[in-house]
Protein backbone atom coordinates (compact mmCIF):
# COMPACT_ATOMS: atom_id res chain seq x y z
CA UNK A 1 0.00 0.00 0.00
CA UNK A 2 1.41 3.45 -1.05
CA UNK A 3 2.21 5.69 2.19
CA UNK A 4 -0.78 8.47 2.60
CA UNK A 5 0.46 12.14 3.11
CA UNK A 6 -2.19 13.48 5.72
CA UNK A 7 -2.10 17.32 6.71
CA UNK A 8 -2.91 18.19 10.47
CA UNK A 9 -3.43 21.81 10.72
CA UNK A 10 -3.46 22.04 14.77
CA UNK A 11 -1.39 19.13 14.67
CA UNK A 12 0.75 21.11 17.46
CA UNK A 13 -2.30 21.37 20.15
CA UNK A 14 -4.11 19.00 22.68
CA UNK A 15 -6.50 17.07 20.06
CA UNK A 16 -4.07 17.74 17.37
CA UNK A 17 -0.51 15.91 18.70
CA UNK A 18 -2.75 12.35 19.60
CA UNK A 19 -4.70 12.50 16.13
CA UNK A 20 -0.72 13.00 14.46
CA UNK A 21 0.75 9.84 16.98
CA UNK A 22 -2.01 8.07 15.22
CA UNK A 23 -1.74 8.73 11.86
CA UNK A 24 2.35 8.11 12.34
CA UNK A 25 1.37 4.59 14.24
CA UNK A 26 -0.74 4.16 10.86
CA UNK A 27 2.56 4.08 9.01
CA UNK A 28 1.30 8.17 7.24
CA UNK A 29 3.50 10.72 5.99
CA UNK A 30 2.48 13.49 8.52
CA UNK A 31 2.59 17.12 7.53
CA UNK A 32 1.75 19.07 10.40
CA UNK A 33 0.79 23.40 9.68
CA UNK A 34 0.60 25.22 13.37
CA UNK A 35 1.06 28.88 14.21
CA UNK A 36 1.86 27.78 17.99
CA UNK A 37 -0.45 30.33 19.33
CA UNK A 38 -1.62 27.63 21.93
CA UNK A 39 -0.40 24.63 20.63
CA UNK A 40 3.22 23.28 22.25
CA UNK A 41 6.48 21.94 20.16
CA UNK A 42 6.88 19.91 23.57
CA UNK A 43 3.22 18.08 22.54
CA UNK A 44 5.33 16.35 19.70
CA UNK A 45 8.95 16.10 21.29
CA UNK A 46 8.86 12.83 21.52
CA UNK A 47 8.25 12.18 17.58
CA UNK A 48 11.19 14.39 16.84
CA UNK A 49 13.50 11.47 14.93
CA UNK A 50 10.62 10.66 13.11
CA UNK A 51 11.14 10.90 9.32
CA UNK A 52 7.41 10.37 8.18
CA UNK A 53 6.92 13.52 10.57
CA UNK A 54 7.08 17.29 9.09
CA UNK A 55 6.25 20.47 11.44
CA UNK A 56 5.47 23.62 9.45
CA UNK A 57 5.25 26.96 11.05
CA UNK A 58 2.74 29.11 9.36
CA UNK A 59 -0.53 30.92 10.27
CA UNK A 60 -3.29 28.97 8.62
CA UNK A 61 -5.49 32.11 7.83
CA UNK A 62 -2.55 33.72 5.88
CA UNK A 63 -2.91 31.07 3.33
CA UNK A 64 -1.46 27.73 2.98
CA UNK A 65 -0.48 26.96 -0.65
CA UNK A 66 3.58 28.06 -0.23
CA UNK A 67 3.78 25.75 2.86
CA UNK A 68 2.03 22.51 1.29
CA UNK A 69 3.93 23.09 -2.19
CA UNK A 70 7.41 22.56 -0.65
CA UNK A 71 5.74 19.85 0.95
CA UNK A 72 4.52 18.44 -2.40
CA UNK A 73 8.26 19.26 -4.28
CA UNK A 74 9.81 17.19 -0.99
CA UNK A 75 7.33 14.73 -0.52
CA UNK A 76 4.27 13.89 -2.76
CA UNK A 77 0.71 15.22 -3.21
CA UNK A 78 -1.31 15.75 -0.03
CA UNK A 79 -4.40 12.91 -0.06
CA UNK A 80 -6.12 13.73 3.20
CA UNK A 81 -6.42 17.27 5.13
CA UNK A 82 -7.43 17.48 9.02
CA UNK A 83 -8.93 20.57 9.74
CA UNK A 84 -8.24 21.57 14.14
CA UNK A 85 -6.54 24.49 13.62
CA UNK A 86 -8.79 27.26 15.50
CA UNK A 87 -9.44 30.53 17.72
CA UNK A 88 -10.51 27.87 20.34
CA UNK A 89 -11.29 30.80 23.10
CA UNK A 90 -15.03 31.17 23.12
CA UNK A 91 -14.87 35.00 24.89
CA UNK A 92 -12.22 35.69 22.72
CA UNK A 93 -14.34 35.27 20.16
CA UNK A 94 -17.05 37.34 21.81
CA UNK A 95 -14.78 40.16 21.90
CA UNK A 96 -13.59 39.98 18.60
CA UNK A 97 -15.84 38.43 16.07
CA UNK A 98 -13.87 39.87 13.15
CA UNK A 99 -11.04 38.16 14.05
CA UNK A 100 -13.04 34.92 14.72
CA UNK A 101 -14.23 34.96 11.05
CA UNK A 102 -10.68 34.81 9.76
CA UNK A 103 -9.27 32.44 12.01
CA UNK A 104 -12.58 29.81 12.34
CA UNK A 105 -14.08 30.63 9.27
CA UNK A 106 -12.30 31.44 5.98
CA UNK A 107 -9.57 29.65 7.03
CA UNK A 108 -11.74 26.57 6.53
CA UNK A 109 -12.48 27.79 3.02
CA UNK A 110 -8.67 28.30 2.28
CA UNK A 111 -8.32 24.78 2.95
CA UNK A 112 -11.02 23.58 1.12
CA UNK A 113 -10.42 25.48 -2.17
CA UNK A 114 -7.13 23.71 -1.60
CA UNK A 115 -8.85 20.32 -1.16
CA UNK A 116 -11.03 20.95 -4.58
CA UNK A 117 -7.87 22.59 -7.12
CA UNK A 118 -5.56 19.55 -5.50
CA UNK A 119 -7.92 16.62 -5.94
CA UNK A 120 -7.55 16.05 -2.03
CA UNK A 121 -9.18 12.66 -1.32
CA UNK A 122 -10.52 13.58 2.53
CA UNK A 123 -11.47 16.66 4.42
CA UNK A 124 -12.21 16.19 8.28
CA UNK A 125 -13.30 18.99 10.43
CA UNK A 126 -12.98 19.59 13.95
CA UNK A 127 -16.53 20.97 14.60
CA UNK A 128 -18.02 21.82 18.08
CA UNK A 129 -21.37 21.43 20.13
CA UNK A 130 -21.21 24.96 20.50
CA UNK A 131 -23.11 24.38 17.16
CA UNK A 132 -26.31 23.55 19.13
CA UNK A 133 -25.92 26.43 21.61
CA UNK A 134 -28.63 25.73 23.94
CA UNK A 135 -31.05 22.66 23.02
CA UNK A 136 -33.86 21.18 25.17
CA UNK A 137 -33.01 18.37 24.14
CA UNK A 138 -30.99 15.71 25.77
CA UNK A 139 -29.18 13.91 24.92
CA UNK A 140 -28.91 16.07 21.49
CA UNK A 141 -29.24 14.39 17.83
CA UNK A 142 -27.87 15.84 15.05
CA UNK A 143 -31.20 17.15 13.56
CA UNK A 144 -31.58 19.60 16.99
CA UNK A 145 -31.83 23.07 16.15
CA UNK A 146 -28.92 25.23 15.38
CA UNK A 147 -28.91 28.32 17.50
CA UNK A 148 -25.22 29.00 18.26
CA UNK A 149 -24.53 31.68 20.89
CA UNK A 150 -20.97 32.82 20.37
CA UNK A 151 -19.42 33.74 16.94
CA UNK A 152 -17.04 30.79 17.68
CA UNK A 153 -20.38 28.43 17.37
CA UNK A 154 -21.96 30.18 14.13
CA UNK A 155 -18.33 29.72 12.41
CA UNK A 156 -18.16 26.21 13.47
CA UNK A 157 -21.66 26.18 11.82
CA UNK A 158 -20.25 27.94 8.69
CA UNK A 159 -17.90 25.86 8.32
CA UNK A 160 -19.56 22.66 8.12
CA UNK A 161 -21.70 24.40 5.82
CA UNK A 162 -18.77 25.04 3.68
CA UNK A 163 -17.64 21.35 4.01
CA UNK A 164 -21.24 20.29 2.71
CA UNK A 165 -20.92 22.67 -0.15
CA UNK A 166 -17.65 21.39 -1.07
CA UNK A 167 -18.72 17.73 -1.07
CA UNK A 168 -22.31 18.20 -2.76
CA UNK A 169 -20.22 20.24 -5.86
CA UNK A 170 -16.91 20.03 -6.12
CA UNK A 171 -17.36 16.08 -4.94
CA UNK A 172 -14.97 16.46 -2.03
CA UNK A 173 -14.96 14.09 0.24
CA UNK A 174 -15.64 15.52 4.05
CA UNK A 175 -16.84 15.04 7.39
CA UNK A 176 -17.52 17.58 10.26
CA UNK A 177 -17.13 15.86 13.91
CA UNK A 178 -19.33 17.67 16.31
CA UNK A 179 -16.67 17.46 19.55
CA UNK A 180 -18.90 17.12 23.10
CA UNK A 181 -15.89 18.01 26.32
CA UNK A 182 -12.83 16.34 25.04
CA UNK A 183 -10.40 15.61 27.79
CA UNK A 184 -7.07 13.93 28.09
CA UNK A 185 -3.12 14.71 28.53
CA UNK A 186 -1.56 17.47 27.06
CA UNK A 187 -4.68 19.65 27.46
CA UNK A 188 -3.78 23.05 28.98
CA UNK A 189 -5.09 24.31 32.38
CA UNK A 190 -3.87 27.79 31.91
CA UNK A 191 -6.86 30.05 31.01
CA UNK A 192 -9.52 30.25 32.98
CA UNK A 193 -11.39 29.12 29.96
CA UNK A 194 -9.69 25.61 29.72
CA UNK A 195 -11.56 22.39 30.01
CA UNK A 196 -12.97 21.82 33.22
CA UNK A 197 -11.44 18.65 33.58
CA UNK A 198 -7.50 20.10 33.04
CA UNK A 199 -8.18 23.15 35.27
CA UNK A 200 -9.41 20.48 38.02
CA UNK A 201 -6.53 18.17 37.84
CA UNK A 202 -3.85 21.04 37.63
CA UNK A 203 -5.34 22.13 40.90
CA UNK A 204 -6.11 19.08 42.75
CA UNK A 205 -2.67 17.90 41.82
CA UNK A 206 -1.32 21.23 43.28
CA UNK A 207 -3.49 20.05 46.40
CA UNK A 208 -5.00 23.99 46.30
CA UNK A 209 -8.86 24.65 46.11
CA UNK A 210 -11.03 23.33 43.44
CA UNK A 211 -14.26 25.95 42.55
CA UNK A 212 -17.51 24.41 41.37
CA UNK A 213 -19.45 26.98 39.49
CA UNK A 214 -23.13 27.14 40.20
CA UNK A 215 -24.58 24.23 42.31
CA UNK A 216 -22.49 21.67 40.11
CA UNK A 217 -25.91 19.83 38.87
CA UNK A 218 -24.71 20.65 34.92
CA UNK A 219 -23.98 18.21 33.61
CA UNK A 220 -21.44 17.47 30.00
CA UNK A 221 -20.36 14.48 28.05
CA UNK A 222 -16.85 13.97 29.04
CA UNK A 223 -15.20 12.54 26.16
CA UNK A 224 -11.62 11.31 26.06
CA UNK A 225 -9.04 12.20 23.56
CA UNK A 226 -7.99 9.05 22.74
CA UNK A 227 -11.30 8.00 21.26
CA UNK A 228 -11.73 11.58 19.72
CA UNK A 229 -8.47 10.79 17.79
CA UNK A 230 -9.79 7.76 16.85
CA UNK A 231 -12.56 9.36 15.40
CA UNK A 232 -10.77 11.35 13.58
CA UNK A 233 -8.82 8.81 12.20
CA UNK A 234 -11.29 7.03 11.23
CA UNK A 235 -12.96 9.68 9.48
CA UNK A 236 -10.38 10.20 7.62
CA UNK A 237 -10.14 7.06 6.29
CA UNK A 238 -13.38 6.02 5.52
CA UNK A 239 -14.27 6.05 2.45
CA UNK A 240 -18.76 5.45 2.86
CA UNK A 241 -18.67 8.06 5.78
CA UNK A 242 -21.74 9.95 5.07
CA UNK A 243 -21.44 13.27 4.55
CA UNK A 244 -23.41 14.92 7.58
CA UNK A 245 -21.71 16.21 10.35
CA UNK A 246 -21.74 13.32 13.50
CA UNK A 247 -21.51 13.94 17.50
CA UNK A 248 -18.26 13.16 18.53
CA UNK A 249 -19.17 12.17 22.61
CA UNK A 250 -19.64 9.37 24.71
CA UNK A 251 -23.49 9.50 25.39
CA UNK A 252 -22.91 9.90 29.36
CA UNK A 253 -23.66 12.66 31.29
CA UNK A 254 -21.63 13.46 34.62
CA UNK A 255 -22.51 16.23 36.78
CA UNK A 256 -19.17 18.72 37.81
CA UNK A 257 -20.06 17.77 41.29
CA UNK A 258 -19.21 14.14 40.12
CA UNK A 259 -16.52 15.31 38.36
CA UNK A 260 -14.51 17.00 41.03
CA UNK A 261 -14.67 13.49 43.37
CA UNK A 262 -13.68 11.83 40.17
CA UNK A 263 -10.92 14.03 39.90
CA UNK A 264 -9.58 13.84 43.58
CA UNK A 265 -10.17 10.21 43.59
CA UNK A 266 -7.92 9.79 40.69
CA UNK A 267 -5.14 11.94 42.16
CA UNK A 268 -5.08 11.09 45.75
CA UNK A 269 -5.63 14.97 46.26
CA UNK A 270 -6.94 16.34 49.60
CA UNK A 271 -7.56 19.84 47.57
CA UNK A 272 -11.00 21.28 49.36
CA UNK A 273 -14.05 21.98 46.90
CA UNK A 274 -15.89 25.16 47.07
CA UNK A 275 -18.95 26.74 44.71
CA UNK A 276 -19.07 30.08 43.52
CA UNK A 277 -21.74 31.55 41.63
CA UNK A 278 -22.67 30.32 37.94
CA UNK A 279 -21.39 31.72 34.96
CA UNK A 280 -23.32 33.70 32.63
CA UNK A 281 -25.28 31.21 30.19
CA UNK A 282 -24.76 28.08 31.84
CA UNK A 283 -25.75 25.35 29.58
CA UNK A 284 -27.55 22.99 32.24
CA UNK A 285 -27.43 19.32 30.81
CA UNK A 286 -24.92 18.57 27.57
CA UNK A 287 -24.95 15.37 26.30
CA UNK A 288 -24.20 13.76 22.64
CA UNK A 289 -26.44 11.19 21.13
CA UNK A 290 -24.20 9.12 19.51
CA UNK A 291 -25.72 7.19 17.39
CA UNK A 292 -25.24 8.71 13.86
CA UNK A 293 -21.34 8.22 14.52
CA UNK A 294 -22.15 4.59 15.00
CA UNK A 295 -24.28 4.37 11.63
CA UNK A 296 -21.95 6.29 9.40
CA UNK A 297 -18.38 5.65 11.15
CA UNK A 298 -18.80 2.78 12.95
CA UNK A 299 -17.35 4.95 16.04
CA UNK A 300 -18.22 4.55 19.89
CA UNK A 301 -16.27 5.80 22.77
CA UNK A 302 -14.80 3.09 24.33
CA UNK A 303 -12.54 4.65 27.29
CA UNK A 304 -14.57 4.72 30.79
CA UNK A 305 -14.48 8.29 32.72
CA UNK A 306 -12.81 6.20 35.16
CA UNK A 307 -10.10 4.88 33.22
CA UNK A 308 -9.58 8.07 30.94
CA UNK A 309 -9.79 10.62 34.16
CA UNK A 310 -6.64 8.14 35.20
CA UNK A 311 -4.24 8.13 32.40
CA UNK A 312 -5.19 12.08 32.53
CA UNK A 313 -3.97 12.06 36.12
CA UNK A 314 -0.90 10.14 35.53
CA UNK A 315 0.28 12.76 32.79
CA UNK A 316 -0.45 15.50 35.16
CA UNK A 317 1.56 14.23 37.76
CA UNK A 318 4.27 13.17 36.05
CA UNK A 319 3.92 17.39 34.84
CA UNK A 320 4.68 18.65 38.25
P1 LIG B 1 -5.67 23.55 20.99
O1 LIG B 1 -5.68 25.02 21.28
O2 LIG B 1 -4.82 22.69 21.83
O3 LIG B 1 -5.31 23.29 19.48
C1 LIG B 1 -5.49 24.24 18.45
C2 LIG B 1 -4.21 24.25 17.63
O4 LIG B 1 -4.37 25.10 16.50
C3 LIG B 1 -3.01 24.79 18.42
O5 LIG B 1 -1.88 23.96 18.18
C4 LIG B 1 -2.80 26.17 17.84
O6 LIG B 1 -1.46 26.62 17.97
C5 LIG B 1 -3.23 25.95 16.40
N1 LIG B 1 -3.70 27.16 15.71
C6 LIG B 1 -4.66 28.04 16.13
N2 LIG B 1 -4.83 28.99 15.19
C7 LIG B 1 -3.98 28.70 14.17
C8 LIG B 1 -3.70 29.33 12.93
N3 LIG B 1 -4.34 30.44 12.54
N4 LIG B 1 -2.76 28.79 12.12
C9 LIG B 1 -2.10 27.66 12.49
N5 LIG B 1 -2.34 27.02 13.65
C10 LIG B 1 -3.28 27.54 14.48
O7 LIG B 1 -7.21 23.10 21.07
P2 LIG B 1 -7.87 21.66 20.93
O8 LIG B 1 -8.71 21.47 22.12
O9 LIG B 1 -6.87 20.65 20.58
O10 LIG B 1 -8.87 21.93 19.70
C11 LIG B 1 -8.67 21.36 18.41
C12 LIG B 1 -9.93 21.61 17.59
O11 LIG B 1 -11.04 20.94 18.19
C13 LIG B 1 -10.32 23.07 17.47
O12 LIG B 1 -10.81 23.31 16.18
C14 LIG B 1 -11.45 23.22 18.48
O13 LIG B 1 -12.34 24.28 18.13
C15 LIG B 1 -12.11 21.87 18.36
N6 LIG B 1 -12.89 21.49 19.56
C16 LIG B 1 -12.26 21.20 20.74
C17 LIG B 1 -13.04 20.84 21.85
C18 LIG B 1 -12.42 20.50 23.19
O14 LIG B 1 -13.16 20.13 24.11
N7 LIG B 1 -11.10 20.58 23.34
C19 LIG B 1 -14.43 20.78 21.75
C20 LIG B 1 -15.03 21.07 20.52
C21 LIG B 1 -14.26 21.40 19.42
C1 LIG C 1 -17.59 24.72 26.41
C2 LIG C 1 -16.45 25.62 26.03
C3 LIG C 1 -16.92 27.01 26.23
C4 LIG C 1 -18.20 27.28 25.40
C5 LIG C 1 -19.26 26.23 25.70
C6 LIG C 1 -20.48 26.37 24.77
C7 LIG C 1 -14.42 24.39 26.52
C8 LIG C 1 -13.27 24.23 27.43
N1 LIG C 1 -15.33 25.34 26.89
O1 LIG C 1 -17.92 25.12 27.70
O2 LIG C 1 -15.88 27.89 25.89
O3 LIG C 1 -18.73 28.53 25.72
O4 LIG C 1 -18.70 24.94 25.55
O5 LIG C 1 -20.29 25.76 23.60
O6 LIG C 1 -14.52 23.74 25.51
N2 LIG C 1 -16.55 24.61 35.67
C9 LIG C 1 -16.42 24.67 37.03
N3 LIG C 1 -15.24 25.10 37.55
C10 LIG C 1 -14.18 25.48 36.77
C11 LIG C 1 -14.32 25.42 35.37
C12 LIG C 1 -15.53 24.98 34.85
O7 LIG C 1 -17.36 24.36 37.77
O8 LIG C 1 -13.12 25.86 37.33
C13 LIG C 1 -17.81 24.10 35.12
C14 LIG C 1 -18.46 25.05 34.13
O9 LIG C 1 -19.26 26.01 34.79
C15 LIG C 1 -19.27 24.05 33.30
C16 LIG C 1 -18.42 22.79 33.30
O10 LIG C 1 -17.52 22.93 34.38
O11 LIG C 1 -20.49 23.78 33.91
C17 LIG C 1 -17.65 22.59 32.02
O12 LIG C 1 -16.91 23.79 31.75
P1 LIG C 1 -15.96 23.92 30.46
O13 LIG C 1 -14.92 22.89 30.51
O14 LIG C 1 -15.55 25.35 30.37
O15 LIG C 1 -16.90 23.52 29.25
P2 LIG C 1 -18.33 24.09 28.78
O16 LIG C 1 -19.03 24.83 29.84
O17 LIG C 1 -19.07 22.95 28.18
Not at 138 to 166: F, H, N, Q
Not at 242 to 271: C, M
Request: glycine residues 8%.
Amino acid sequence: MTQELVVVTGGAGFIGSHTVDRLLERGCRVVVLDNFSTGKRENLDHRRDDENLRIIEVNVADGIWAALSSVEQAWQPVDRIIHLAAQTAVVTSIVNPLDDIRSNYATTVHLLEYARCRGVKKVVFASSAAVYGDVDESPVRETAPKVPLSPYGIDKLGSEMYLRYYAEVHGIPTNALRFFNVYGPRQDPKSAYSGVISIFMDRASRGVGITIFGDGEQTRDFVFVGDVSRAIVTACFSESASREPVNIGTGNETTVNQLAQLVIDAIGSKSAITHAPSRAGEIVRSCADVGAAKASLGFEAQIPIADGLKQTADWFQSQS
